[in-house]
């Protein structure tokens, strides 16, 4: 699938790190370094604008070794790009540590995976058909 996109930024273009990677890496794009307290969060520009094709969704993902090694995250993951948006790919980081976390310009903060989706018609009805599981949730189909 090709995509526009305008690279406002001083760094490559995004790029998948290995050849089934489902997400590219998104870069800060930052002109000087952002310190992350903890529980503080940020929203951090990408340079990055995509005009997506009907039907597609971005998402904006963590990148596991940063959340798992720093305890920093994306706040409202899994975050999502509109096909009709334009604007700046922004990514709302937290820092969930009790350190300081301080992002540098080009550091790869995020991942950004394209999706197909389909949009719902809703169709009022009465009653739903029934199923063995019913209204349980919340754990209702055990612990293990």
């Known amino acids: 699938m090709k995509i526009e996109i305008i690279n406002n930024s001083q760094h490559e273009l995004p790029q998948y790190a290995t050849p089934q990677s489902a ?3 998104l870069r800060a794009n930052l002109e000087e ?3 992350l ?3 503080e969060r940020r ?3 990408t340079g990055l604008h995509i005009a997506l094709p009907d039907g597609y969704e971005a998402q904006v ?3 596991s070794g940063l959340a798992y ?3 920093v995250t994306v706040l409202n993951a899994t975050g999502t790009i509109d096909a009709d948006y334009r604007g700046d790919i922004g990514v709302i980081l937290i820092n969930m540590s009790n350190e300081d976390f301080v992002v540098e310009n080009g550091e790869r903060i995020a991942q950004l995976v ?3 989706y389909d949009q719902a018609e809703w169709i009022p009805v009465s009653e739903l058909s029934e199923t063995n599981r019913g209204e349980g949730g919340f754990g209702s189909t055990g612990v293990k």
């Open 23 to 25: 997400g590219l890496d």
């Open 33 to 35: 370094s952002i310190t």
């Open 37 to 39: 307290k903890p529980l």
């Open 43 to 45: 929203l951090i520009p």
């Open 61 to 63: 993902r963590p990148r």
């Open 69 to 71: 090694k720093k305890g």
């Open 114 to 116: 394209v999706a197909k």
